[in-house]
């Protein structure tokens, strides 16, 4: 599985508002990142599932999934991501 395709997918999905298959799809992208050893495009994918777990109602996963994604990269394009998801 390519790092990219269940970010472009979890996009699709949320846009169609199907917020469950894409929280569902990055969850799966970010355990092929750490099995390919890519802390980067995991931490994308953590920030991006804490504001689907947000637009579920899932405040503390919410929150978990950005201090989880800040701490695998805190460089300051993640800082922004981060703040304005």
């Given at each position: 599985?390519r790092?990219?395709?269940?970010?472009?997918?979890?996009?699709?999905?949320?846009?169609?508002?199907?917020?469950?298959?894409?929280?569902?799809?990055?969850?799966?992208?970010?355990?092929?990142?750490?099995?390919?050893?890519?802390?980067?495009?995991?931490?994308?994918?953590?920030?991006?599932?804490?504001?689907?777990?947000?637009?579920?109602?899932?405040?503390?996963?919410?929150a978990?999934?950005?201090?989880?994604?800040?701490?695998?990269?805190?460089?300051?394009?993640?800082?922004?991501?981060?703040?304005?998801?």
């Amino acid at each position: 599985m390519r790092s990219a395709t269940p970010s472009l997918a979890s996009e699709l999905f949320a846009e169609q508002g199907r917020f469950h298959e894409a929280w569902e799809t990055l969850t799966e992208g970010m355990q092929a990142d750490r099995k390919l050893g890519h802390p980067e495009a995991q931490s994308k994918k953590l920030i991006y599932r804490g504001w689907i777990s947000a637009k579920l109602g899932r405040f503390a996963e919410c929150a978990e999934d950005v201090h989880e994604g800040l701490k695998l990269d805190s460089s300051p394009s993640q800082i922004l991501r981060a703040e304005t998801s």
